[in-house]
């Protein structure tokens, strides 16, 4: 959603420059409504435009108009900004499928980040390309670091649903582009482009042992990732520059975040001098950090902006930071994770030309940015993923990246000259035959594993899904039906999404409730109606997503009965806070729900 969010207005400034005509423009994601830049457009106190004049009325040109805000009629607007959710829900057996599919089959849809979908993911967009060759619509998938296997499997999705059975060897180059018709099924050769900037990833592996959760007071210990972080991080304190360090979990990045705290008081008492960014907190703060972090890590607004170095800054991240956020940093350290995500993260390094003045003199030569790998290793020295990463990444695909990178290390990283090689080579299926012993056998096991899991994902995501367009024979009864016990919520929920919505409640002296720390925003409580349409704005604003198992087994505070009107808030478990001391200069407030305890602080919500 906060990807949909940043794009709105990039398309909404393309439109007013570059279309005449029909283009209104709708934020395609459930909670498009709470976008402050979507919500205000088109609206007037008058009555809603005719559905005739939605996109000529002058008033509403850009933005849609009232009657195509409306529920699940977003995709029928000449333009949209949104979530992929929005788009494969077409292919589902919902409710409107079929009005879902009419709003895309003269569209052209442009999917970004094309390589970062998963199994169930990346079926259900095969079918949806299917159905968008048999329409003939255009299609752009944008990606950096797509494998050519997965490349193929989607151009030959699109052939399939034109017409074309016969598969397709499909090598794509990176810079470049590929083309394949729905009118004759022929692939073109790939094309490469030139690059504006080329570089060369200064690749440093750092084994370390894993210590991110020391005890309270407890010392650097020799060979840790405490250890190496500040090392890692000691030019920026020292000489300014910028800095993103990025983990793999929210509980990593907070205990981090705490313990550079600690290690740099400079930098935490500084203005900016140290942040924090992760999905665990409120909608409208991760909002507030977020443009934060645009405005002080972004493009260069002015020469002014780089005639000196920034002031010394370190961004503490999960994976929030690799898609859609326009960051250049000075030097990049990060956890190890997958190539490609490892390759997004890079590219977050000196990505705009600043110049010799608009960098500190150990960030030069900028064509030469440094990417930090922590690699987590075992007594023996060997790859050892951490437990506390649970199933955030594949064991298997991270110790093929760590193999690859200690090859590559020596002599670095071409940018984009090396990019599809290493790509293809770490999804190669003989990756396991340059590999001896024990480690061969291994990774081979780890491999098995991972194999039988996504075709387990994948054939259910064909079974759940739609049929394809040559299969529906003309009965349209085909585009709702279900098999049994295929549920609405598996439909909806991303595989292995496990996750619940929180409003954290605070409790005043006086016993009241407010939606704020300061006491200074009452909780909304509505009437027989339901709450205002301010109210529940205001409500979802403070709305935070946590893991679904710390709700699992208890029930929230009682919610206000004016709240049942707004399916929106159906789900939505009410947190009554407490004061629970400080963490640093902020507050801490904390409740027991079941056999947790949630705090809520400056770093977010955690729980024990």
């Keep these: 959603m906060a990807t949909a969010d940043a794009m709105y207005p990039r398309v909404s400034a393309f439109t007013e420059r570059a279309l005449s005509g029909e283009r209104a423009l709708t934020l395609l994601h459930s909670m498009a409504w709470l976008s402050p830049a979507y919500a205000g457009a088109g609206q007037s106190a008058g009555p809603p435009p005719a559905a005739g004049d939605v996109s000529a009325d002058p008033a509403t040109v850009t933005e849609a108009g009232v009657w195509l805000r409306g529920h699940r009629r977003g995709l029928l607007a000449p333009l949209g900004a949104g979530t992929i959710d929005q788009a494969l829900s ?45 329409f003939g619509a255009p299609v752009v998938l944008l990606s950096a670091t797509l494998s050519g296997r997965t490349a193929s499997s989607l151009v030959d999705a699109y052939r399939r649903g034109a017409g074309f059975l016969e598969p397709s060897a499909v090598e794509p180059c990176y810079p470049g582009w590929m083309f394949t018709g729905a009118a004759t099924g022929e692939v073109c050769v ?57 983990c793999t979990t929210v509980a990593e990045a ?71 956020l326009d960051l250049d940093f000075d030097l990049i350290v990060t956890d190890l994770a997958p190539l490609a995500q ?22 030069l030569p900028e064509d030469a940015p440094r990417l930090v790998v922590l690699e987590p290793v075992g007594e023996s020295g060997a790859t050892q993923v951490p437990r506390t990463w649970g199933s955030v990444y594949d064991a298997g695909l991270l110790q093929r990246t760590a193999h690859l990178l200690r090859e590559r290390a020596a002599s670095g990283i071409a940018v984009p000259g090396d990019v599809q090689e290493l790509i293809d080579a770490v999804y190669a299926e003989d990756f396991v035959d340059r590999l001896e012993g024990a480690v061969q056998r291994e990774l081979a096991r780890m491999d098995s594993a991972r194999q039988a899991d996504e075709a387990a994902e994948a054939h259910l995501a064909d079974m759940v899904a739609i049929c394809a367009p040559a299969d529906v024979a ?30 954290c409640l605070y409790e005043q002296q006086d016993n009241t409730l407010t939606l704020d720390e300061g006491g200074t925003l009452p909780l909304p409580t509505g009437n027989q109606n339901g709450l205002l349409h301010a109210e529940l704005r205001q409500v979802m604003a403070h709305m935070a997503p946590v893991p679904g198992a710390w709700l699992r087994g208890a029930e929230g505070h009682p919610a206000p009965p004016g709240w049942g009107k707004h399916p929106v808030l159906r789900d939505l478990v009410l947190l009554r806070m407490q004061p629970a001391g400080q963490d640093g200069a902020a507050a801490v407030w904390s409740c027991r729900h079941g056999t947790r305890t949630i705090r809520i602080s400056g770093v977010g919500l955690e729980t024990s």
């Design 254 to 324: 907070q205990q981090t975040f705490r313990d550079l705290r600690a290690a740099f008081p400079e930098l935490s008492t500084g203005e900016g001098g140290l942040r924090l960014l992760h999905s665990r907190y409120p909608a409208n703060t991760r909002q507030h950090i977020t443009s934060a972090c645009e405005r002080a890590y972004g493009k260069p607004r002015s020469p002014q902006d780089v005639a000196l170095p920034r002031p010394a800054s370190v961004l503490v991240a999960t994976q929030v930071v690799e898609q859609s």
């Design 190 to 246: 790939p094309r490469e482009t030139d690059s504006e900037r080329r570089r060369t990833l200064d690749v440093r592996m750092l084994p370390v042992v894993w210590d991110t959760a020391p005890a309270a007071g407890s010392p650097v210990c020799a060979g840790g990732r405490r250890q190496a972080l500040r090392e890692a991080l000691e030019p920026v304190v020292a000489q300014s520059g910028t800095a993103l360090v990025c």
């Design 474 to 503: 003309g009965d349209l009864q085909r585009l709702s039906r279900r098999e049994a016990g295929v549920t609405e919520e598996l439909l909806t929920t991303r595989l292995g999404a496990d996750s619940g919505r929180v409003l």
């Design 90 to 134: 077409a292919v589902l057996p919902l409710t409107h499928n079929a009005l879902r599919l009419f709003g895309l089959s003269d569209k052209v849809l442009v999917v970004d980040e094309a390589h970062a979908y998963g199994p169930w993911m990346h079926q259900l967009l095969s079918r949806l390309l299917e159905w968008l060759g048999a």
């Design 342 to 363: 490892l390759l997004q993260r890079a590219g977050r390094g000196r990505r705009h030309a600043r110049g010799a003045s608009g960098r500190p003199p150990w960030a």
